[in-house]
């Protein structure tokens, strides 16, 4: 199985359905999708006090996709800042229901690294 790419990861994330602002359920689709795609594991360990949502196996390396339904934009950047330090994390795609996330930026948060936003809404 060919690992994806970071921008194919984001594409394909970019089409999940909305789904109500349910996180359990957008954790359900996203696992879906990456099933047939490439090895990740589900709310795995990047340190001892760090969970993610998924960490996904792509072809530059080793990719978070963390999910947001609710969050101050402040507390979600600290939290994509400190998962993107990791030394074995080349990227971090957040997928979220909530429009002022899309004002988190990847210059700010951690530079030479990775960052998308995937903004998933009920108007798509």
């Known amino acids: ?5 970071f921008p194919d990861m984001v594409g394909r994330l970019r089409y999940l359905p909305w789904c109500g602002g ?3 359920r957008l954790h359900d689709k996203i696992e879906e999708m990456l099933t047939p795609l490439t090895t ?10 760090s969970r993610v949502d998924f960490l996904v196996d792509c ?3 080793a990719v ?3 999910v947001k339904v609710k969050g ?8 994509v800042k400190r998962y993107l330090a990791r030394p074995s ?15 988190i930026l990847p210059a700010e948060v951690c530079p030479g690294r990775s960052l998308a936003i995937v903004y998933l809404s009920p108007l798509k």
């Open 59 to 61: 072809s530059e390396g």
């Open 64 to 66: 978070v996709v963390e």
């Open 22 to 24: 349910h996180e359990h």
């Open 1 to 5: 199985m060919a690992r994806p790419t």
């Open 40 to 49: 990740f594991v589900r709310e795995g360990r990047i340190s001892p006090r």
């Open 89 to 103: 994390v080349v990227g971090l795609i957040l997928v979220t229901t909530v429009a002022k996330h899309r004002n």
């Open 72 to 79: 101050e934009v402040s507390d979600v950047q600290a939290q």
